[in-house]
Structure formats: structure tokens, C-alpha cells
């Protein structure tokens, strides 16, 4: 038998209304199993055959992308979360990645310190060893830095030493930034609205162009970026005008580096994105709400925050966080979508001298 949305909803009202005339009968109880029942068996459908962004959802990652730079099943990091897919192992309750397409699960241990510390020397060489103390002692130690951080706080690709840490920042952290993010919150929510709601990219597609879905054990998450790993998407950027005019006016926003990522993010009612650490401690993730329902959460380091609309959320991500949207939009239409336009800015006692020595050796590509 077929249920569509509208006639499950109408089983339940009648069935609530019929539990409430015979609140004390075995009706009531039978009648309550039933639609426990019924709504059970609608969710299962409806995540196995729809996607509430876009016509049916696909179980295999989309490879929509708007240009200049592979899109990945990430957090923008490359690394892809949830239940045990395609190049990734889960271990532990985390999920490590083994994409070839990021420069987090390719990029580790003694090449990558080996690399790192030519292009140290390289840019030195080129420019000054002044002001390069810690990146130095960084590169030289970071085998022992990534190996030795407690499990609270693991950045997995480049640890810098003697940075102030915590798992939320103050917005005075980067005031300018957030309060110029905070003023443009109409304008990026108009633009998401757009982008949200426009064709799919192809015939069959389960999303519109230029979104990328990522794995999660429970609900959806779909990203789309304007910059991915230090990587402009053009096409994507051509479709958001303002928000692009937003990044470019932005004084600490990671344009130059692996390290730095803008995009929309959309978590969908019942998604769950698990527990991990972000690539390295020098910069701050920065979410702007955009749309936040009263049932999601974001716990960075052990300690939860909620999102507000037109409020900026500064956090370390190279704490352990995860996110979540515990909202039930079929019993609850207001529990729609959590979105947030999320950016990477620098870490504010990270020196200018320090940024781009790290723009160099972190150069996309290199």
C-alpha cells in the first residue's frame, strides 16, 4: 500500500483525536501501537527513497560541483563522516578517512613532515626566517605534537605550538569579521534561498547544482561551497555574488591555505554528524545561522552550544566536536533544516608573518 505524507498525517490527527475520546480504552492503546506502527514504517520509506531538498535522495555521494576543484564527502576538511563508506574506516566511534582526494587522509606522517619542512626551508630562503620561531618548532616536532596532543584536542594534519586553546572563542576573537558577517546575514540568507531552491543539476539528480551530499549515519547534510581546501569554485561563486563580495571583505578569512573553507551547510531533522577533529589548530570555524530550528546542537571539546539566527558561533575545530538536529519535522513543520554559511578564519595569535609562511607551505596543491 502507498502512504503519502497527507494521509499519514490525517491517520494521525484522527487517530489522537480518537485516543483522546477514549483516552482510557484498549482502543486508545491499539490505536496508539497502530500509528506508532505506521509512522515507523513512513520514515524508513521516506529515508530510503526522498530527499526533502530535492526529489529522491541518492545512498552514493553526489559528485555535483561547481568548478575548480574536486567536492568531497566532508566537513570541508575531506574528511568524510558517519556510517563506513568508500575510503573510509570506522574505528573507535570515529571515522578516519582514506580519500585520495584530500589532502587530510593523503597528507600524513614522515613524507608529510619531510615535505612540510622543505617548503619551511624553501620559503625562508625566498623571504625570512624572521618571525618563523614556532612555525619552525612546529614543522621540526610535529610527528610528536599530533602523537602526544590529548584526545580532547587532536588537530590531525598541523599542530602550532603554543597557541591559546579553547573549544569556543569570544566574537571579539575577530570582531570586525563577525560583526561585518552578522550585518550581511539578509543578504546570505537570500542567497541561500536561492541556491537551495533551484533546478537539479541533471536529469535524476537528487540535488540541485552545485550541492554535495555527505555521509552521515543518521539524516542529511549537504554542503555547497564557494571555496573548498583553498580551492575557489567558480561556478559555484558566480551563482552567490554577494556572499563572495562578504568573503572578499573579510580581514581573516583563509583564502590561501588548504586550511580555508566557505560554504553553506544544511543539516536536515534527524542528522547526526559524529564526533571528530578538524585538520590543524591554527585558524577558527566560524558558523553564521542562518536557519536554526530549537533541536540542534553543536558540542565542541565536551561543551555544547546552540546556533542563532544573524549570531556568529566561533569554535576550534581542532577540538573534538560534533554536530546534530534532534528536531521531527513530520509531527513538527517548524523543525526544518539547520543552515549556517560557514567560513575559516585565522586564529588571532596566529602572526602575520606566521600566515604567510603557512599560506606558502599550505599552498593548494603543493
Known amino acids: 500500500m502507498e502512504w503519502s505524507l497527507e494521509r499519514v498525517r490525517e491517520m494521525v490527527a484522527g487517530g489522537m483525536q480518537s485516543m483522546r475520546d477514549c483516552e482510557s480504552s484498549a482502543f486508545g492503546t491499539a490505536m496508539c501501537l497502530l500509528l506508532l506502527f505506521v509512522w515507523y514504517c513512513y520514515r524508513v520509506g521516506r529515508e530510503h527513497s526522498s530527499s526533502p531538498l530535492r526529489g529522491g535522495y541518492s545512498t552514493e555521494p553526489s559528485r555535483v560541483g561547481g568548478g575548480g576543484g574536486a567536492l ?25 578517512c582514506q580519500s585520495a582526494e584530500s589532502f587530510r587522509c593523503t597528507n600524513t606522517g614522515d613524507g608529510l ?31 610528536r605534537y599530533l602523537t602526544s596532543r590529548p584526545t580532547i584536542q587532536r588537530p590531525e594534519v598541523f599542530f602550532l605550538p603554543d597557541l591559546p586553546s579553547a573549544p569556543f572563542f569570544s566574537r571579539d576573537a575577530q570582531k570586525h569579521d563577525v560583526e561585518l558577517l552578522e550585518r550581511s546575514f539578509p543578504a546570505l540568507l537570500a542567497e541561500f ?84 577533529y578538524g585538520p590543524t589548530n591554527v585558524r577558527l570555524r566560524c558558523h553564521l545561522g542562518l536557519r536554526v530550528p530549537s533541536s540542534c546542537e553543536l558540542v565542541v571539546g565536551g561543551e555544547p552550544q546552540c546556533w542563532s539566527e544573524g549570531s556568529c558561533l566561533l569554535f576550534d575545530d581542532s577540538f573534538l566536536h560534533r554536530a546534530f538536529h534532534e528536531g521531527f519535522a513530520f509531527f513538527y513543520p517548524e523543525d526544518g533544516p539547520r543552515v549556517v554559511f560557514m567560513v575559516d578564519l585565522w586564529h588571532p595569535n596566529v602572526a602575520a608573518a606566521e600566515r604567510q609562511a603557512l599560506d606558502y607551505i599550505f599552498t593548494p596543491g603543493r
Not at 564527502?73 to 570506522?90: H, I, L, N
Not at 619542512?117 to 619552525?136: I, P
Open 72 to 96: 568531497i564527502s566532508t566537513d570541508g576538511d575531506g574528511r568524510a563522516k558517519g556510517r563506513p563508506v568508500s575510503g573510509v574506516e570506522e574505528q573507535n566511534g570515529f571515522a578516519y
Open 193 to 276: 534561498e536561492s541556491i537551495y531552491h533551484s533546478p537539479p543539476a541533471r536529469a535524476g539528480s537528487s540535488l540541485p547544482l552545485g550541492w554535495k551530499s555527505n555521509s552521515t549515519p543518521h539524516g542529511q547534510w549537504w554542503t555547497f561551497y564557494l571555496l573548498n581546501q583553498g580551492t575557489p569554485l567558480a561556478l559555484n561563486a558566480r551563482r552567490c555574488p554577494r556572499a563572495w563580495r562578504v568573503l572578499g571583505q573579510l580581514r581573516t578569512f583563509i583564502a590561501n591555505n588548504v586550511f580555508g573553507n566557505a560554504c553553506f551547510s544544511v543539516l536536515t531533522p534527524g542528522a547526526l554528524i559524529t564526533e571528530h
Open 113 to 143: 613532515n619531510q615535505k612540510l619542512y622543505h617548503s619551511l626551508q624553501d620559503y625562508a630562503k625566498r623571504y625570512t626566517w624572521s618571525g618563523m620561531g614556532r612555525v619552525h618548532k612546529g614543522v621540526r616536532d610535529q610527528g
